[in-house]
Structure formats: C-alpha cells, structure tokens
C-alpha cells in the first residue's frame, strides 16, 4: 500500500502484474478530485479510455457525464470516477478473474487514501467485486448498502442504458438518490456556500 496518491499512481502506471500491459495504449488510473466524498467504480477501460488514458470518455461516458451533471456532480470538480481494471481487456472482453485480482489491490489503495463516504458501482461487474458477489443490479441498484462506515449502492451501466434506454429512467432515479444522501451526509461534495 502506497501511503500519498503520487507514489501509487506512478507505480500503477509502470504496472505489468497482468497480460493486459502488453495491449494497452494507455493505462487508465482515474479522473476526478481525490478528495472527493463520493467515487464511481467502473468495469475497465473500452477503446477511447485507452486511447485517451481517461476512464468514461467514449458514448457512455457523455451519457454518464449528463447524469452527473444533472445532480451537480462533475468528474473534473466533486467526485473521483476509477475503473475495476486500469488496463484494455483485448476487445472489450469481460476481465479475467486473474486480471481482476492482479488489479484490484490498486483500487483499494486509491479507495483508502480518497476514504469515500459513498461509492458507487457503475454496473454488475463492479457492484459484484465491491459489494456482494450475489448482488442482482435489476433489483438491487438504488439501494445504500453500509460496510465500515462507508456507503455503496450500484447502479446501471452507461453502456446497458445505451443498449436500452427504456432503463434511464430508473438509473437517474439512483442519481436523485444519490444527491439526497449526498445532501444527507457529505460535506463539501455541493459547496454549501454557493448559490
Ligand atoms: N466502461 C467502464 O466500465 N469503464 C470505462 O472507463 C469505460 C467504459
């Protein structure tokens, strides 16, 4: 464990623990404050995340920046949005277990210096990792799950609501949840002085 975000994210970055190193373009570590209250977890980066060494940059991404924004949250302001795996699965393959295991010690580094109140999971692969193996997203996203003090719920994949957008809807209704715990327990996520 690295204890300050630039020593580990210069030693993630030369990572070769996994395959995955020898097809990425870019490692993808994360955007956002690491002093953010509030992280998103993803799965892995897709095509234009490697391409461009940034996670949730290609059409999910947009799709996931308008609900952000639409609950006042801003991947380059109040919260920090990190990936399951930092490197490309050759395309777009689900990671393998190995590869999540050789990479997940980076996300629990990165979760134990930003010490989030809330962290949600975009999607299934995540929520399963970082919540409960048996977790059923259809049924279960919205919903704040507690372990040691900190709060998790999952909801939809981007990509998924792209694939079916009769689901954004419910997925924004995580959102609303979302900022009213936001509003519950955070205290610098909305800055309290503005408006
Ligand atoms: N999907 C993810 O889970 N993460 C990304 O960074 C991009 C697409």
Redesign the pocket.
């Known amino acids: 464990m690295y204890d300050n975000w630039h020593d580990l994210k210069t030693a993630c970055y030369k990572c070769n623990k996994c395959e995955l190193c020898s097809t990425r373009t870019n490692l993808?570590f994360g955007v956002g404050n690491p002093n953010a209250e509030v992280m998103f977890i993803?799965?892995?980066?897709?095509e234009q995340?490697d391409l461009k060494g940034e996670?949730?940059v290609?059409r999910?991404?947009q799709l996931l920046d308008k609900m952000l924004a639409v609950v006042d949250l801003d991947r380059n302001k109040n919260i920090y949005i990190a990936?399951m795996v930092k490197c490309r699965p050759p395309k777009n393959r689900d990671p393998k277990p190995e590869e999540q295991d050789q990479c997940i010690n980076w996300l629990r580094n990165q979760v134990k210096l930003i010490r989030p109140k809330i962290i949600v999971c975009?999607?299934r692969i995540s929520a399963m990792r970082v919540i409960k193996p048996d977790i059923k997203i259809t049924r279960e996203h919205g919903i704040f799950f507690e372990r040691k003090g900190t709060l998790l719920m999952a909801t939809l994949?981007?990509?998924a609501l792209l694939r079916n957008p009769n689901n954004k809807p419910a997925a924004m209704e995580d959102f609303f949840k979302l900022r009213d715990k936001i509003n519950e327990i955070c205290d610098h996520t909305y800055d309290k002085q503005g408006g």
């Open positions: 993808v993803g799965e892995g980066p897709g995340e996670p949730f290609g999910g991404g990936n975009l999607g994949h981007p990509a």
